[in-house]
């Protein structure tokens, strides 16, 4: 596609549900990353991907955050027993290489 | 890990005024780049620019590498301008990641 787009925009979940953010990156992109915004703030890194590897995972916050590539290209952020702490926006970056960074529109959590 | 820190965190300016936003950062980068993220959320990439100077339009950016900063410079400010800015690195000797400052919230007034 011409961008990278993010799945669902926004999610509400109650505390104690799992969740699955969805990211489709540029096409033939070959970096992955995953970022948590919270209001006000600025993106956290979470995790990234080199094609279907995930290289660093130290961002992760827990156990209960899982980030899967399993092809390359698509990729998902998988929250499980959602907390209120978790309620941000998610962002998902792509890169070709070593440069840029093109972010998606993001899905904002929230957690009830 | 590397620290990056964003000045003025506040920017209040009339339409058609020049500003000039910074990014210090704590230790040397092989990545610098800079982001406008708009009302809407959305992140903008401005400019990729790990050392020299780099012109778009009304913007432009310089990082000294050397002294660990870099400067983004908005002429001729519009409303469209308005959002928060974000400086971004990769320290040189680390994993993959982009660490983001702090960020400069711009608001342009008509």
Same mark, same amino acid.
Do not use: M
């Given at each position: ?112 | 890990?590397? *620290? ?28 610098? *780049? ?20 780099? *012109? ?21 400010? *519009? ?6 800015? =974000? ?5 040189? =000797? ?17």
């Amino acid at each position: 596609g011409a961008g990278v787009s993010q799945s669902p925009r926004y999610k509400v979940a109650k505390r104690g549900q799992d969740v699955a953010l969805r990211c489709d990156p540029i096409s033939g992109h070959v970096s992955l990353f995953w970022y948590q915004q919270a209001l006000g703030q600025g993106p956290e890194f979470l995790t990234y991907f080199q094609n279907e590897a995930q290289l660093d995972k130290s961002g992760l916050p827990s156990d209960r955050f899982f980030a899967e590539r399993p092809e390359g290209s698509v990729s998902t952020l998988k929250i499980q027993r959602t907390q209120q702490e978790d309620s941000a926006v998610y962002l998902c970056a792509s890169s070709p290489g070593w440069e840029k960074l093109f972010f998606g529109s993001g899905t904002q959590l929230s957690v009830l | 890990g590397i *620290q990056v820190e964003q000045s003025p965190p506040d920017l209040i300016l009339q339409e058609g005024a020049n500003s000039t936003l910074r990014c210090n950062f704590s230790d040397s980068v092989n990545n610098l *780049q800079w982001f406008h993220q708009n009302p809407w959320g959305q992140l903008i990439n401005l400019f990729y620019i790990p050392s020299g100077t780099k *012109q778009n339009g009304r913007l432009s950016a310089t990082t000294v590498a050397t002294e660990r900063y870099s400067l983004l410079y908005i002429s001729s400010s *519009q409303t469209t301008d308005s959002g928060v800015y =974000f400086c971004a690195v990769r320290a040189n =000797f680390g994993n993959e990641k982009l660490t983001f400052g702090t960020g400069t919230r711009l608001t342009i007034i008509p």
